[in-house]
């Protein structure tokens, strides 16, 4: 770091908002010599001579330092430990200095007359002022933010007998995500976040897509399963991008096939409500006939007047290479209606307005002491479940626009990088529009986003932008360390360095959701309060024959069912 060595300025009156703070002053370790708009460095006094007034204090990485200003205590994060004129002979102490990241500062709100801590710097330290180690008091004030509401979700590495929280209101609004590799805890960290979220707010209501089932019994009787296996999404609620990715292939004439389905799927919804209305109110005919149904409006439709149509433009047309999408397109149809993995979508032979069924049921309305849907994914087939996700997050968007903010909600994105990649591939364009407008307008209408992975690199890199906050448990591959560096969080020091030492239930915590980043360790859940994997380990698994004949058996049967490619 450059060393700017700044003149003194004179002594100026303090702020009208906060003034310094009539504390007595921690242990005092060095001074300021130098400083470089947001970074300082400073000059670490002898071990003998801090010594002499209270015990040798530890200077490290990470450390939260006060420098004391005419206005307020500058608060800063040590950022390097250096010796540049090392000692060699053992017969003289070693000069020190820290470089020290700013972030913000401590004093007293002239409104309230209380202790606060703010971002940002109303004066700059200069050259000679005394800096501090913070006690545990101003700990607590910085991670803690009496007044404001926040969950304690675990312990600040630096000092465990202070909680570290975050902030409810900033984690939410500006939506978060959780990243670290397979194995460190990204679950966890999930489970306890929502665990506290939900002691707090009884009327929470909170969407998990889920993957891998893991969270079916860690929440108890909060929990609202939704197994696509016995629950209806009916295909009429897709909208038409949706709807062209599920029902065309990706072979030659694809933009035919889409400009076809368009038209039998007008016809069919057109078809549909013309007949409902009718029975309903024969008289209204004319104006039926005069309704407005457009491609996106979410109104039912059967797919045997999707088949239908397609049929009745067979018959007018003679030419073979003329017919072959027509042909192509309705045979895809029908496979997929025979299909036993889709009947979660094709499977009712009446169709029904549902739409107010299918929302209260995902979305917990009325919560019912029920709080969390954990929709289980693991049974949709590979190649929709992008589709289904899609689906699922447009409602949850919609839902929240037409309610005008009156559902907020938390939509909760285990391995968001299958489904919102960063590949530019059409397949997954409706997921990623889907999420990306929940991350850069879901604020507006009480919508939050949570993601979780463990490869940030690989993560649609506008949705990963709009996540203002980043909890890092360990995290080792490099490229995926330099995808959250990129990201909005990286606060005023790149704690992301400790990313591949980090321990057990350890985080780094950067961004909107806390007043400082912070390294933590999440609170203890106990044996029974942590998602479990699917299998258990292999050193259990190998102690005994866990498979028969007969069970395998069972297996294929159950394989041969579903057809389903674990992705």
Not at 69 to 91: C, I
Not at 296 to 317: C, E, H, M, N
Not at 404 to 428: N, Q, W
């Amino acid at each position: 770091m450059a060393q700017i060595a700044e003149k003194r300025p004179p002594q100026t009156a303090p702020p009208p908002a906060v003034r310094a703070v009539p504390a007595e002053m921690p242990v005092r370790i060095g001074h300021v010599v130098a400083v470089s708009g947001p970074h300082a460095v400073a000059f670490l006094e002898r071990a003998s001579e801090v010594a002499s007034r209270d015990k040798d204090p530890r200077i490290q990485i990470g450390a939260i330092v006060k420098i004391t200003t005419p206005a307020a205590s500058v608060v800063g994060q040590v950022s390097a430990v250096s010796a540049p004129m090392p000692d060699l002979d053992g017969k003289k102490e070693e000069i020190g200095l820290i470089e020290i990241n700013i972030a913000g500062e401590i004093g007293i709100d002239d409104k309230s007359q209380a202790v606060v801590f703010r971002r940002g710097v109303s004066t700059l330290p200069s050259l000679g002022d005394a800096v501090h180690l913070a006690d545990r008091n101003d700990l607590a004030l910085l991670y803690g933010q009496p007044g404001v509401s926040s969950i304690k979700v675990g312990t600040v590495v630096q000092d465990a007998s202070v909680a570290a929280r975050l902030l409810t209101d900033d984690l939410l609004s500006k939506h978060f995500i959780i990243v670290g590799t397979t194995g460190s805890g990204k679950s966890c960290a999930l489970t306890c976040i929502l665990k506290r979220l939900l002691e707090d707010h009884k009327a929470a209501r909170v969407i998990i897509l889920e993957l891998h089932n893991k969270y079916l019994n860690v929440f108890g009787d909060l929990v609202e399963h939704i197994n696509l296996e016995i629950f209806n999404l009916p295909l009429w609620m897709l909208n038409f991008q949706e709807l062209s990715v599920a029902l065309t292939s990706r072979e030659g004439n694809h933009d035919e096939e889409i400009e076809i389905l368009s038209e039998a799927v007008l016809f069919a919804k057109r078809r549909y409500f013309e007949a409902a209305a009718v029975r309903a109110a024969p008289h209204l005919r004319k104006s039926v006939d005069n309704s407005v149904i457009l491609l996106d409006t979410p109104a039912p439709f059967r797919l045997s007047d999707v088949i239908a149509y397609i049929d009745d433009q067979l018959g007018k047309l003679e030419r073979t290479r003329v017919t072959l999408t027509y042909r192509r397109l309705k045979t895809r149809v029908e496979s997929l209606v025979a299909d036993k993995r889709y009947n979660f979508m094709f499977g009712n032979v009446t169709v029904q307005d549902t739409m107010t069924d299918v929302l209260s049921r995902l979305f917990r309305v009325p919560i019912d002491g029920r709080p969390i849907s954990v929709i289980d994914l693991s049974t949709v087939p590979h190649e929709i479940l992008d589709v289904v996700i899609s689906v699922i997050s447009r409602l949850a968007f919609d839902l929240a626009l037409w309610s005008k903010g009156g559902l907020p909600m938390l939509i909760v994105c285990e391995e968001a990088h299958r489904y919102a990649p960063a590949t530019s591939s059409d397949k997954f364009l409706p997921t990623r529009q889907a999420l990306g407008r929940i991350a850069k307008e879901g604020r507006k209408y009480g919508i939050s986003l949570a993601l979780v992975t463990q490869r940030p690199s690989e993560l649609d890199g506008t949705i990963l932008s709009q996540c203002g906050t980043a909890i890092a448990l360990r995290l080792t591959s490099e490229k995926d360390q330099q995808a959250v560096r990129d990201s909005p969080n990286r606060g005023t020091i790149d704690l992301f360095d400790f990313l591949p030492l980090l321990g057990d239930r350890e985080a780094v915590v950067l961004g909107q959701g806390v007043a400082m980043p912070m390294r933590i360790k999440f609170d203890d859940l106990g044996e029974h309060g942590i998602p479990k994997p699917m299998n258990a380990e292999f050193s259990q698994s190998w102690q005994s024959q866990n498979i028969d004949r007969a069970k395998l058996d069972a297996i294929v049967t159950r394989w041969r069912m579903t057809g389903r490619e674990e992705g």
